[in-house]
């Protein structure tokens, strides 16, 4: 994942909590905390950045070409300026799909909104993540 979105200079940061060295420059090594401390860090380590979008993956989550993943969901937050979150729907997730669905796109005909992530992979509007700061101190 971090070597795909360096090759292509997608500015990221990749977490190190193994005993792996450190890949390349986006990679940071950090103490074996899990999930939500690493949210907490990564909405931290942003709210300091100048970007609008923050995209938070915990790993478990594996895509082929994340480059072309980031480059679509940042074409969606741009052209839906309204948009607080997105996450993909992961197919094998039971909580997801038809038992959180509420509607589909009208725009997009792979979208649809629903009432869950599982926060495995996200992303969230600078908003969102400014928000959701206040809550861990």
């Known amino acids: 994942?971090?070597?795909?979105?360096?090759?292509?200079?997608?500015?990221?940061i990749f977490y190190n909590v193994s005993s792996i060295e450190d890949v390349n420059k986006n990679w940071e090594r950090r103490p074996d905390i899990r999930y939500n401390n690493h949210f907490f860090h990564a909405?931290?380590?942003?709210?300091?950045?100048?970007?609008?979008?923050?995209?938070?993956?915990?790993?478990d989550i594996s895509h082929s070409d994340y480059v072309g993943y980031t480059k679509y969901i940042e074409k969606i937050f741009e052209e839906?300026?309204?948009l607080g979150a997105f996450?993909?729907?992961?197919?094998?997730d039971v909580f997801i799909n038809v038992?959180?669905?509420i509607g589909r796109s009208k725009k997009y005909?792979?979208?649809y909104l629903s009432t869950n992530t599982n926060g495995a992979y996200l992303a969230l509007h600078r908003d969102i993540v400014n928000y959701l700061s206040?809550?861990?101190?």
Do not use: C, R, W
Request: charged share 10%; net charge negative.
């Open 109 to 111: 005909s792979n979208l």
């Open 1 to 12: 994942m971090s070597q795909q979105l360096e090759n292509s200079d997608v500015q990221h």
């Open 80 to 82: 839906n300026p309204n």
């Open 87 to 92: 996450a993909p729907n992961n197919t094998n």
């Open 43 to 59: 909405v931290k380590d942003f709210i300091a950045s100048d970007n609008d979008i923050f995209i938070f993956n915990t790993g």
């Open 99 to 101: 038992q959180s669905l």
């Open 134 to 137: 206040s809550f861990y101190g």
